[in-house]
C-alpha cells in the first residue's frame, strides 16, 4: 500500500516500500503547508524537480536534518553539495536511480529553472508508480511517459500562469492514462486557480475514466 499526502502546492510525501520520499518539500513559508520543515523528523529521499523557491523550499534543510539523500540534476545537486548535503544523487533526464529500493525515473518538464533543467519524475516502490509534473506546461510526449510507465497516480499542476491550467491539465491527463490524478500547484497565490472544479469537469470530458483525488492540504490517499 502507497501513502500520498498533501502539504499544499507542489509538496508530497509519498511512502512506499518501507521508505519516506519527500518531492519538493517548500514546507516554511507555504501557507498551505500543516507543517513546517522543523518538524520533518524522518525522511529517507528527497527529489526537487526544479530550484524556483517554491519548490526547492525547503529541501536542503531537510536532508541535513534527517540525512536524507537530495535527488535531482546533477547542477542543482551540486548546490546541495556545496550547502552541505552529505548524500547526493545528481541525475539527468532520461536517466534513472534506484535509491534505497525506491526507483526514480527523471523525465523532461517545460518550464525555466536556473540551475540545470526542469524535470518531473517516476518513483516506483511496491509495483506501483506515482508521477510528480513538477511545474510544466503540456507536451505531446506525456503520451509516452503514460506509454513506458503506466502510471497508477499522476501529479500534475493545474494552476495557470506558471504552468498548466484546468483544460491543458486535463488533456495531459489523456495523454498520460494513469489510474487516478491529484491535482496540485493551485490556489497558493491570487493569480493561480482557486479551485479544483473546473479541472474536475474538464476531466470527466477527456478522460471519464481516470479517477480525480482532490485532497486539501495534509490529507492523505492510499492505493
Known amino acids: 500500500m502507497v501513502k500520498l499526502t498533501w502539504f499544499g502546492h507542489a509538496s508530497f510525501k509519498i511512502e512506499v516500500s518501507g521508505k519516506i520520499v519527500l518531492v519538493d518539500p517548500w514546507l516554511d513559508g507555504n501557507p498551505a503547508s500543516p507543517v513546517k520543515a522543523s518538524e520533518i523528523d524522518r525522511a529517507d529521499i528527497v527529489y526537487v524537480t526544479h530550484d524556483h523557491e517554491d519548490h526547492l523550499g525547503d529541501a536542503v534543510n531537510i536532508c541535513k536534518q534527517t540525512n536524507a539523500t537530495f535527488v535531482s540534476t546533477f547542477e542543482l545537486g551540486n548546490y546541495a553539495i556545496e550547502n552541505g548535503v552529505k548524500e547526493v544523487v545528481g541525475l539527468n533526464i532520461g536517466g534513472c536511480a534506484e535509491v534505497k529500493g525506491v526507483k526514480l525515473y527523471m523525465v523532461q518538464a517545460f518550464h525555466t529553472c536556473s540551475k540545470g533543467a526542469p524535470t518531473s519524475v517516476v518513483i516506483e516502490g511496491e509495483g506501483k508508480k506515482v508521477y510528480h509534473a513538477g511545474d510544466t506546461g503540456i507536451f505531446g510526449d ?55 472544479e473546473e479541472f474536475i469537469k474538464e476531466v470527466k470530458g477527456r478522460a471519464p475514466k481516470v479517477k480525480v483525488v482532490v485532497l486539501n492540504p495534509g490529507e492523505s490517499y492510499r492505493f
Open 142 to 196: 506525456m503520451k509516452l511517459i503514460g506509454q513506458l510507465y503506466k502510471l497508477d497516480l499522476a501529479l500534475l499542476p493545474i494552476g495557470g500562469y506558471y504552468t498548466m491550467g484546468a483544460l491543458e491539465a486535463a488533456e495531459a491527463v489523456k495523454l498520460l492514462k494513469p489510474k487516478a490524478v491529484v491535482p496540485m500547484h493551485y490556489k497558493t497565490f491570487p493569480v493561480l486557480a482557486q479551485s479544483a
